[in-house]
């Protein structure tokens, strides 16, 4: 608990708030706790029974909410599996395997064993992109398509401490600034939903401890190895992941990977729902 949330209170306060605004979810939907060899894990299931499996893994110091603007959309044509994912602050449990052993692939067995699952697409945004593409890499057979949006473990990693480190002492205003830096400007007259959630992850960030670790970077060889249609969805304005780098070795060494540069993006990526929704129901045409 300690490396996840800075004290017990401020986990019980987001754990609350996180499950209040469960009930906002936008479709019907079953909650589910799986045990796994790492843990219980949260998962969220939506849309029709028989369709074809879509999991989502949502980056660091967030949960599933991170979808709720992409489920309705999504959950028409799949079965769609949110995953809160472990050593996070959604409601799985506090492990967290290193990312350069197969710790989270072997976690991702047991859920979707839990689930029924035996071939699924993915979704992974920031680090939910490394675990996902470390599973399409560990576990080919497993990954029908990869879906990646601002991804981790392809681009370097950016030195943002030297930038935020003075902004962590000027109290809101500079946890707002660095909300900035790696989102994007906050809308100026957002919904009243819109400003809960806002809400909600500024919550996040106030009671968390950041992950200090450096993430694996994707051999060339395994890039080459992706046999599974993929997309990657990057920000030329992403403060955390070097974009150009990880579109550059995508085009290079995995050429039949779908590569969209958006160059006035942030880390947090808008409106590309419709964008992973065509790519899903082409790869899912694909493998029928």
């Given at each position: 608990?300690?490396e996840?949330?800075?004290?017990?209170e401020?986990?019980?306060?987001?754990?609350?708030?996180y499950r209040?605004?469960?009930?906002y979810?936008p479709?019907?939907?079953e909650?589910?706790?799986?045990p796994t060899s790492?843990?219980e894990?949260?998962?969220i299931?939506c849309?029709p029974?028989?369709?074809p499996?879509?999991v989502?893994?949502h980056?660091a110091?967030a949960n599933?909410?991170t979808?709720?603007g992409?489920?309705t959309?999504?959950s028409e044509h799949f079965r769609?599996?949110a995953?809160?994912?472990i050593?996070?602050?959604?409601?799985?449990?506090?492990?967290?395997?290193?990312?350069?052993t197969?710790g989270y692939?072997?976690?991702?067995?047991?859920?979707?064993?839990g689930?029924?699952?035996?071939r699924a697409?993915?979704?992974?945004?920031?680090?939910?992109?490394?675990?996902a593409?470390d599973?399409?890499i560990?576990r080919?057979n497993?990954?029908?398509a990869?879906?990646l949006?601002?991804?981790?473990?392809?681009?370097?990693q950016?030195?943002?401490l030297g930038?935020a480190f003075p902004?962590?002492f000027?109290?809101?205003?500079?946890?707002?600034?660095?909300r900035?830096?790696?989102?994007?400007?906050a809308?100026?007259?957002p919904?009243?939903?819109?400003?809960a959630?806002?809400?909600?992850f500024?919550?996040?960030h106030?009671?968390t401890m950041p992950?200090r670790?450096?993430i694996?970077?994707?051999s060339?060889?395994a890039?080459?190895?992706?046999?599974?249609p993929?997309?990657?969805v990057v920000?030329g304005?992403d403060?955390l992941?070097?974009?150009?780098?990880?579109k550059r070795?995508?085009e290079?060494?995995?050429?039949?990977a779908?590569?969209?540069?958006?160059?006035d993006?942030?880390h947090?990526?808008p409106?590309?729902?419709?964008?992973?929704l065509?790519f899903?129901?082409?790869?899912?045409?694909?493998?029928?």
């Amino acid at each position: 608990m300690g490396e996840i949330f800075k004290t017990e209170e401020g986990r019980a306060a987001v754990h609350a708030r996180y499950r209040e605004l469960l009930a906002y979810w936008p479709t019907a939907n079953e909650q589910l706790r799986l045990p796994t060899s790492a843990g219980e894990t949260f998962v969220i299931a939506c849309g029709p029974e028989g369709a074809p499996p879509l999991v989502l893994l949502h980056g660091a110091q967030a949960n599933a909410l991170t979808w709720m603007g992409d489920v309705t959309a999504w959950s028409e044509h799949f079965r769609v599996y949110a995953v809160d994912v472990i050593g996070d602050v959604g409601l799985s449990a506090p492990s967290r395997p290193q990312l350069d052993t197969d710790g989270y692939a072997l976690w991702l067995d047991d859920v979707l064993a839990g689930l029924g699952v035996e071939r699924a697409a993915f979704v992974g945004l920031s680090l939910g992109g490394f675990i996902a593409l470390d599973y399409a890499i560990r576990r080919p057979n497993k990954v029908a398509a990869l879906a990646l949006l601002c991804p981790a473990g392809i681009g370097r990693q950016k030195n943002l401490l030297g930038k935020a480190f003075p902004l962590l002492f000027l109290g809101p205003w500079g946890q707002r600034r660095l909300r900035e830096m790696v989102f994007g400007p906050a809308p100026k007259n957002p919904s009243p939903a819109l400003a809960a959630f806002g809400g909600f992850f500024a919550m996040i960030h106030a009671n968390t401890m950041p992950r200090r670790v450096g993430i694996p970077v994707a051999s060339d060889a395994a890039l080459a190895a992706l046999a599974m249609p993929v997309i990657a969805v990057v920000g030329g304005k992403d403060v955390l992941i070097d974009s150009r780098e990880t579109k550059r070795r995508l085009e290079r060494h995995a050429p039949g990977a779908e590569v969209h540069f958006l160059p006035d993006a942030y880390h947090l990526l808008p409106s590309q729902t419709g964008r992973v929704l065509e790519f899903l129901r082409r790869a899912a045409g694909a493998a029928l």
